[in-house]
């Protein structure tokens, strides 16, 4: 399901707006056990208003054998560019 969301926000615009202005704020907690098309759709619905908020250590990474990359919170400094860091 995540995929074809991926694919469609890719290929139609407008849906990924439409739901981009739906969401003040996108939330992700365990952000270090997110899989590739996780994080694409987080990223597409989240660079229209750089609204999102994550929380993860990469040292909790667990969920390698369910697709979950490392690299995605170890990258996340050079992906989103508007950064806080608490």
């Given at each position: 399901l995540i995929l074809l969301t991926v694919k469609l926000f890719k290929e139609k615009p407008g849906?990924?707006?439409?739901?981009?202005?739906?969401?003040?704020?996108?939330?992700?907690?365990e952000y270090q056990d997110i899989n590739y098309a996780q994080y694409q759709l987080v990223k597409l619905l989240s660079e229209k208003y750089n609204n999102l908020f994550v929380v993860g250590d990469p040292d909790q990474s667990i969920y390698k054998f369910r697709g979950a990359d490392l690299s995605n919170i170890l990258r996340f400094e050079q992906d989103f560019l508007y950064l806080l860091f608490l």
């Open positions: 849906i990924l707006e439409n739901y981009q202005n739906k969401f003040r704020h996108i939330l992700v907690d």
